[in-house]
T-cell receptor
Framework: AQKITQTQPGMFVQEKEAVTLDCTYD???????LFWYKQPSSGEMIFLIY??????QNATEGRYSLNFQKARKSANLVISASQLGDSAMYFC????????????FGTGTSLTVIP | DTAVSQTPKYLVTQMGNDKSIKCEQN?????MYWYKQDSKKFLKIMFS???????INETVPNRFSPKSPDKAHLNLHINSLELGDSAVYFC????????????FGPGTRLTVL
């Protein structure tokens, strides 16, 4: 079974609108971390936001927030007030303790912001 | 200061050659990784080292050999390069805990002709 599933290969959003990128995960470990990374066309991998399995509140970092629904095992990324510079690939990742803290990445979602 | 650095950034070579990619991190992290990103942007873990010891070795050809001279360095040596090895290779590092993110290097774009 896939550890991380991103079902949206491509998404479009109008500039200044909000967009949600979906991510579901599969683990039986009670201790894990969830991460989102951005990869613009220039190629670097940029860490955006982290959510811990024991965190009671959803993580937020500026215009990024993580909609963490533990029972559903989902960790969707919400980008508010989209900007042209948000156009990029977005990867969801999980790190769980019982597999030696290995990282698992999803297949990514390509986001295009339309002016 | 660059946290995770890789050299070279671009590597163009002929089939059959041997090449190395170097990686260094100055973050004091315990764990370092090598990933391969193919043309479809899929990130595949290749190797993971914790304190100079190999802890993950995914099913990659044995033409790929990682070398960790110390905790801050994890180099990737590739023998007998093949066309299918063309990809972007990322080095990354992290602290060894499920709540710490990975820091990635800028990537090395390898093209095998």
């Amino acid at each position: 079974a896939q550890k991380i599933t991103q079902t949206q290969p491509g998404m479009f959003v109008q500039e200044k609108e909000a967009v949600t990128l979906d991510c579901t995960y599969d683990t039986s470990d009670p201790s894990y971390g969830l991460f989102w990374y951005k990869q613009p066309s220039s190629g670097e991998m940029i860490f955006l936001i982290y959510q811990g399995s024991y965190d009671q509140q959803n993580a937020t970092e500026g215009r990024y927030s993580l909609n963490f629904q533990k029972a559903r095992k989902s960790a969707n990324l919400v980008i508010s007030a989209s900007q042209l510079g948000d156009s990029a690939m977005y990867f969801c990742a999980m790190r769980e303790r019982n597999t030696g803290n290995q990282f698992y990445f999803g297949t990514g979602t390509s986001l295009t912001v339309i002016p | 200061d660059t946290a995770v650095s890789q050299t070279p950034k671009y590597l163009v070579t002929q089939m059959g050659n041997d090449k190395s990619i170097k990686c260094e991190q100055n973050l004091g992290h315990d764990t370092m990784y090598w990933y391969k990103q193919d043309s479809k942007k899929f990130l595949k873990i290749m190797f993971s080292y914790n304190n100079k010891e190999l802890i993950i070795n995914e099913t990659v050809p044995n033409r790929f050999s990682p070398k960790s001279p110390d905790k801050a360095h994890l180099n990737l040596h590739i023998n007998s390069l093949e066309l299918g090895d063309s990809a972007v290779y990322f080095c990354a590092s992290s602290q060894g805990d499920s709540h710490n993110e990975q820091f990635f290097g800028p990537g090395t774009r390898l093209t095998v002709l």
